[in-house]
């Protein structure tokens, strides 16, 4: 099938307009028309080639949502006319004990992200979301309900998973403390989830005119991190810190905040590696720890989550013919605080 899209031809190019096909579909597949497509940091860290060589031309998008057009002759979850959701990646091994248990992203012979990379043949490139058609298997696809604003929705298949899952891993429940450093597409969108679980939570901010924001968002506190000593409660009490920010920290501050075995999980990737001295941890049993988006088990449940507590993404929705402005903004982190594209336009 023909399908209209924005590719990199090469690497740090502009997206240009391009038509590519997609695969018919077999028998456990299911096709959508792609509504919005969410804007990742990860788009343009990928197409720079900021983590590795890419694969051109480079069709980006991973927080993909639609309504689908048809589906295969055996697909069972998905019926025409239903909404749905596809995030990081579209395909695993499916038989190693992660992907059996539903954390296909940790998959022992690798997952296939949904785009930058090959299918299982390892022939087939994949094309992301930046288009007007997707197909996937109906394994690798969430239902969203229709509650739900499908523009706001998008970004929860990355940025929100990526949150959402260390604060279930570490059982964030009513009480807990909980600390989000940065308040940006991922940020936002932990602060929501914590508060929603119960959480007395704090955001570390270098962006003093996000207090507001923090506060609306769910936080009961806002420290300013630009500001030398900081205000805000100094003690060693936090259970969980998510550093949400993909600039080089230094956590030694963040790592005296936790209190005894206390952890400060890292979802974002730095350029260079952190310096970490050893007595921050070994003084209060502290751990230091990491945490890739999450499986389909999760993400589902997440999306029924966020149905609950009636919780999607602040988004800003352009059309395809703005993505390079989108994309310098977002280098900026100036957007409140996701772009969505109307795949419509595309």
């Known amino acids: 099938m023909e399908v209209h899209g924005r590719a990199a031809l090469g690497p740090s190019?502009?997206?240009?307009?391009?038509?590519f096909s997609r695969r018919e579909l077999r028998d456990h597949d299911v096709k959508f028309d792609v509504t919005f497509c969410g804007v990742c940091h990860s788009d343009i860290h990928q197409i720079?080639?900021?983590?590795?060589?890419?694969?051109?031309?480079?069709?980006?998008?991973h927080e993909i949502v639609g309504v689908v057009s048809a589906v295969g002759p055996a697909c069972s979850k998905f019926?025409?006319?239903?909404?749905i959701g596809v995030g990081t990646f579209v395909d695993s091994c499916r038989k190693c004990e992660f992907c059996r248990r539903g954390d296909q992203q940790y998959c022992q012979e690798s997952d296939t992200p949904t785009y930058n990379a090959f299918e299982r043949d390892g022939v087939t490139?994949?094309?992301?979301g930046y288009c007007d058609q997707f197909v996937v298997?109906?394994?690798?696809?969430?239902r969203i309900p229709d509650s739900l604003d499908l523009a706001g929705v998008a970004p929860l298949l990355c940025a929100g998973i990526t949150v959402y899952s260390p604060l279930?891993?570490?059982?964030?429940?009513?009480?807990?403390?909980?600390g989000v450093i940065g308040l940006g597409g991922l940020g936002h969108l932990a602060v929501k989830f914590a508060a929603a679980m119960g959480a007395s939570t704090t955001v570390f901010s270098h962006s003093a005119n996000k207090r507001d924001d923090a506060f609306r968002l769910g936080a009961r506190e806002f420290v300013n991190t630009s500001v030398p000593n900081a205000s805000g409660d100094e003690s060693s009490s936090f259970d969980l810190i998510i550093n949400t920010v993909s600039a080089p920290l230094n956590l030694t501050s963040y790592l005296d905040r936790l209190r005894l075995d206390g952890t400060l999980v890292l979802v974002g990737l730095p350029s260079r590696p952190y310096e970490v001295g050893a007595?921050?941890?070994?003084?209060?049993?502290?751990?230091?720890?990491?945490?890739?988006?999450?499986?389909m088990r999760e993400l589902q449940e997440m999306i029924d989550f966020c149905t609950r507590h009636a919780i999607t993404s602040d988004v800003e929705v352009i059309d395809a013919n703005e993505i390079a402005d989108?994309?310098?903004?977002?280098?900026?982190?100036?957007?409140?605080?996701?772009?969505v594209i109307d795949a419509t336009t595309f």
């Open 13 to 19: 190019t502009p997206l240009t307009p391009f038509v």
């Open 48 to 61: 720079d080639e900021d983590w590795g060589p890419g694969i051109f031309p480079m069709v980006p998008g």
């Open 79 to 83: 019926a025409v006319g239903d909404r």
């Open 125 to 128: 490139p994949t094309y992301g």
């Open 137 to 142: 298997d109906e394994e690798f696809a969430v």
């Open 168 to 178: 279930r891993h570490w059982g964030v429940t009513t009480g807990t403390k909980v």
């Open 279 to 295: 007595g921050e941890l070994v003084a209060k049993r502290r751990s230091i720890a990491g945490s890739m988006a999450g499986g």
């Open 326 to 339: 989108a994309f310098e903004r977002t280098r900026a982190s100036d957007v409140r605080y996701r772009f």
